[in-house]
């Protein structure tokens, strides 16, 4: 007969994640249970709503609206919060971290905003916060950095980490499409968040990026502090452009660590990269995230970055640590909970300004098109001592035409500035857009 422990797990939310969780728990309940040694049990979901239909039926002992059900409950081992929010799901977590419970969740905004509050009330409480799948949906990312990598420090992390704004630059580059029409297409497919700003202005990847900083160098950094850009200012002529010149436009997330200096880097923003980059090469709703420590060299992830089954099976590995947690076996994780400790790493690391920056960037403006109109937008550059690597000019109706520019290496400062005077030229028609060009091996 067997004597496998029964684990209970509580769901705080059963929408696409929490019900792919269910499902794949049933579908690998044997496979789970031998390399557990445990048999997994989820005995309580709580919903907002219990007259909505889902797909998966649960008995109705086992479900109902009160959150106290998991999170007051002493049979229940593991927490799993799956409802999302900053607000309700805050003080659910709260509340089962206090209680020195095991929480498990897919929520990078709460972590994003609260992560520094929750893992010191888990540590100070004999409990756990585990986090897997807030970061690149199925793709082990939180794992990778905190145990596979361990022997390193980490001075470049960089790379796709939404997955609609990807599909949505992979659609217009494929086909052509206008970005308003490629969204279409995306929210007819269900891949836009509710709230539309988190995909679109680089939200969503910039709380990842922001959760893998603290991961990777124990510095927490506000949003506020991190350049953030989404998508929405990308024209086919942009990526079209690119491509001419031998590069792709991704949304990428960049941090970069200059141990000489004690600097970090921590950005989110549109970025031309060379085609023969293997993260450049990752399309469509894939996530890739690229990591080059200093023992390791560089290693790339690459997978789903969202969806129901990779995020559940992100959640499932966290359950199945909780669950060694609970057998009595070895911590499997570093201390990223203990403030005290782990904020060491960090040791007097300074966020680099954005202005600090150096690079290459694209120009794209919109000008009259008339004489002389292309000596005074180079004589604005040389001003700021940018030097122009590549010049295209074309024409748009009613005599005006764009000019998409490449520049050689030069400082954020002087780019910024630019386009100050750029954008207050009488032959310049509209804010001149603006892309960094990303070079991995320029860090
Ligand atoms: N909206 C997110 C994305 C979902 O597109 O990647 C996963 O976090």
């Not at 959150?67 to 593991?78: S, Y």
């Not at 992979?170 to 995306?186: C, I, N």
């Not at 506000?222 to 990308?234: A, K, N, T, V, Y």
Request: net charge negative; with cysteine; charged share 25%.
């Amino acid at each position: 007969m067997s004597t496998k422990r029964t684990v209970h797990i509580g769901l705080l939310g059963f929408g696409v994640v929490g019900q792919g969780v269910w499902k794949n728990i049933e579908k690998n309940r044997q496979a789970l249970e031998y390399r557990l040694g445990a048999s997994l049990e989820i005995s309580q979901v709580v919903v907002k709503n219990a007259e909505k239909k889902r797909d998966v039926a649960v008995p109705a002992e086992r479900y109902s609206t009160d959150p106290a059900r998991v999170v007051d409950n002493p049979d229940i081992d593991i927490v799993c919060e799956l409802m999302g929010g900053t607000g309700e799901a805050l003080e659910l977590t709260r509340r089962a971290l206090a209680q020195g419970k095991i929480v498990v969740t897919a929520n990078k905004a709460l972590i994003c905003e609260h992560g520094e509050e929750l893992f010191a009330t888990a540590h100070a409480n004999g409990g756990h916060y585990f986090y897997e799948a807030s970061v690149a949906g199925g793709i082990p990312i939180i794992k990778t950095i905190r145990e596979a990598l361990v022997a390193n420090r980490f001075k470049l992390i960089y790379g796709i980490l939404n997955g609609t704004s990807n599909y949505i630059l992979t659609r217009m580059e494929r086909e052509g499409l206008s970005f308003d029409e490629t969204l279409g297409d995306a929210r007819r497919l269900g891949y836009v968040e509710a709230d539309e700003a988190l995909d679109l202005d680089g939200i969503d990847a910039a709380h990842k990026t922001v959760i893998l900083t603290y991961l990777a160098h124990g510095k927490w950094v506000g949003l506020d502090q991190i350049i953030c850009e989404g998508i929405r200012e990308i024209t086919g002529d942009d990526i079209a452009t690119a491509s001419e010149l031998g590069f792709k436009i991704k949304l990428l997330a960049v941090i970069q660590r200059d141990f000489s200096q004690n600097q970090l880097s921590v950005r989110l923003h549109p970025a031309l990269i060379e085609k023969s980059e293997v993260v450049a090469g990752v399309d469509e709703v894939y996530n890739a995230v690229s990591v080059t420590g200093d023992v390791v060299g560089t290693t790339i992830l690459i997978g789903r970055g969202a969806g129901q089954d990779a995020t559940s099976s992100s959640v499932i590995s966290d359950i199945a640590d909780a669950v060694f947690m609970l057998q009595g076996a070895p911590s499997p994780v570093i201390s990223e909970e203990d403030a005290t400790l782990y904020r060491e790493l960090a040791d007097g690391l300074e966020l680099t300004p954005a202005e600090a920056l150096k690079g290459r960037y694209y120009l794209r403006i919109q000008v009259k098109d008339e004489e002389g109109v292309l000596a005074r937008i180079s004589n604005i550059l040389a001003a700021q001592h940018i030097s122009l690597a590549t010049v295209k000019q074309k024409a748009i109706a009613g005599g005006t035409a764009s000019l998409m520019l490449t520049t050689h290496e030069t400082e954020e400062s002087s780019v910024l500035a630019a386009k100050k005077d750029l954008a207050a030229q009488g032959t310049v028609l509209a804010d001149p857009v603006c892309f960094r060009i990303f070079n991995p091996s320029a860090s």
